[in-house]
């Protein structure tokens, strides 16, 4: 019964997103790399959002690695230019399989961000948080966080055509452990269109 009401769910959810107009839509497909002393581990992710109507829009995000899947989507809210939120539904690869989560991203369109994501579901809760300061159209600089990774600070570069960006974050505080050391870096690499 669940699965069917969350798959109704996401099924609606990609109906907006895929109806809406090309130039209220937004694509973001993104691969990121952790490296530790024991773990190499490689993960995709495609996010769509899009603007139905007014400050109303909605989103679906599909993330994967060689160990764990998730499908889920939404609606969100943008009551101004400088603010957006999102609560969704969706499944995951686990017993327990229904997970829900949010987000909310404050920025100045292109000058500074901030977006933190939380989840819960059948193998527990995870949340990632991440922001960055433009000086520059083509640099940021800001801090990164995310469940079983740590914190460190972030760097990313921007290609304006293609819309390409990498970013790298050398993860120095484990915050699963509370040990303070170098764990590992997360890098990645994301193209919108």
Excluded: C, H
């Amino acid at each position: 019964m669940k699965r069917s009401v969350v798959a109704s769910i996401l099924a609606g959810t990609l109906f907006l997103v895929a109806t809406s107009p090309a130039s209220a839509t937004q694509a973001t497909m993104e691969t990121w790399l952790l490296t530790t002393e024991t773990q190499f581990e490689l993960s995709n992710a495609l996010s769509v959002t899009t603007n139905i109507n007014g400050p109303f829009g909605g989103f679906i995000q599909v993330l994967g690695s060689r160990s764990w899947a998730e499908i889920y989507g939404g609606l969100t809210l943008q009551p101004g230019p400088w603010l957006q939120l999102g609560l969704g539904i969706g499944l995951e690869q686990d017993n327990k399989p229904v997970r829900v989560g949010g987000f909310f991203w404050i920025g100045d369109n292109g000058k500074y961000f901030t977006r933190t994501d939380l989840e819960k579901g059948g193998s527990g809760v995870w949340y990632q948080s991440f922001g960055a300061y433009r000086p520059v159209t083509w640099f940021g600089a800001g801090y990164f966080l995310r469940k079983g990774e740590g914190l460190g600070p972030y760097v990313e570069v921007i290609m304006q055509k293609p819309a390409l960006k990498f970013w790298a974050a050398p993860l120095i505080l484990d915050l699963d452990t509370q040990t303070i050391l170098f764990k590992g870096i997360s890098s990645g690499a994301s193209i919108t269109f």
